[in-house]
């Protein structure tokens, strides 16, 4: 069994490279406890990246993600380009290209409750306690990389949404093969009543939803599916979508939890992956110690998975939930009594590293104090 590992590290922008730094402290005690060895590589993406190179993707760093055994990725964004609707190299489109050269067609966010922070939702106990939804998202194709056009002098612009069998078929299997894993229930979320490229979903996924009678397959418009996660997110189990509606849907569906500061995500192809937290770069929290990093922490439990190092990935969520339970939270989970960054992701090393034994006096934590015994 293989137990050395090279990890593309892709920092970012804005608060990534605080979370992301949690993270790779975290893998470091997932390696001492398990006997596994990560290497890092380092690599820049995004504003930080134009800022240096000129380029949001620098060859450099698609050839170190090229290289990996997985790529671990912080944020991308900055104010300066959000605010200029004129600028012509952006960061997002270094994104958009790693996951196209990447061939990452598959964004896959899980989204779950937990009971302590249920007050965190915006949403009723009732309506969402319980809720646990696997959201398939296919990544590389549609309408975020159909032709465009714009005419700025006559007013006119254009972007071409397109989809063909081969690129819709990986993902439905995915999502299938997930849900026989879970409730076997999947719900295609598009748009049929007036999109061509959803009535090619939809034939597709009947057509291939006989390859796996054992789950019950459903069809929602987008916009009844918006409405529904809020109504009642507990009916749904495995989503998958197109590319577009998957961005806006499961960004809603992160508000269901209390904090998008708590949401992983990986993103698959057949021979690479990558895997991020969905916040933004929240350039207003750099630097300030208050950016919740158990994103990137439970995206780098997605990793664990993926690389085949189950054990570790479970006692990594199990160390995630433990932080929770304890209110060892940074100030978007409770602004009365928190942690920074960086305590937080200690918390969560040193439970990896000695669960019950930890030097902390969780008497003391609970109390709001971070006494060292």
Not at 73 to 81: C, K, L, M, T, V
């Amino acid at each position: 069994m293989k137990t050395s590992f090279n990890i593309a590290v892709l920092p970012g922008d804005g608060i990534g490279p605080e979370v992301v730094n949690e993270s790779t402290k975290i893998l470091n005690a997932i390696g001492e406890v398990f006997n596994y060895t990560f290497e890092f590589t380092y690599g820049l993406m995004g504003a930080e990246a134009i800022f240096k190179t000129g380029n949001p993707l620098p060859e450099e760093t698609l050839q170190i993600c090229k290289e990996a055994d997985a790529v671990l990725f912080g944020a991308i964004g900055d104010p300066s380009f959000d605010h200029n609707p004129d600028a012509k190299v952006r960061p997002e489109q270094g994104l958009l290209k790693l996951r196209k050269e990447l061939g990452l067609f598959a964004n896959i966010r899980p989204l779950k409750t937990y009971a302590s922070l249920i007050d965190k939702s915006p949403l009723k106990k009732e309506i969402i306690e319980g809720a646990d939804i696997q959201i398939f998202r296919e990544l590389v194709s549609g309408i975020y990389f159909g032709e465009k056009f714009t005419d700025e002098e006559a007013g006119y612009a254009y972007d071409i949404c397109k989809y063909n069998r081969d690129e819709i078929a990986p993902i439905v299997h995915m999502a299938f093969q997930e849900a026989q894993k879970r409730r076997k229930k999947l719900t295609l979320i598009d748009k049929a009543n007036v999109l061509d490229t959803s009535r090619l979903w939809r034939k597709v996924c009947k057509e291939i939803a006989q390859k796996y009678p054992d789950v019950e397959l459903d069809f929602m418009f987008v916009d009844n599916a918006a409405m529904q996660l809020i109504l009642n997110p507990k009916q749904f189990d495995v989503i998958v979508t197109e590319n577009m509606f998957g961005d806006i849907i499961s960004d809603e569906a992160s508000v269901i939890g209390g904090s998008i500061g708590l949401l992983p995500s990986a993103s698959i192809g057949n021979e690479n992956a990558l895997f991020e937290p969905i916040h933004g770069s929240y350039p207003q929290a750099k630097g300030k110690g208050i950016a919740n990093p158990v994103a990137s922490v439970l995206s780098t439990a997605m990793m664990l998975d993926y690389l085949g190092l189950v054990e570790a990935a479970e006692k990594l969520r199990h160390s995630v939930e433990y932080a929770i339970e304890n209110k060892y939270v940074t100030m978007d989970l409770n602004a009365e009594q928190h942690y920074s960054t960086s305590e937080v992701g200690s918390f969560i090393a040193d439970y990896i590293k000695y669960s019950e034994k930890s030097y902390y006096n969780f008497e003391n934590v609970k109390i709001g104090k971070s006494t060292i015994v």
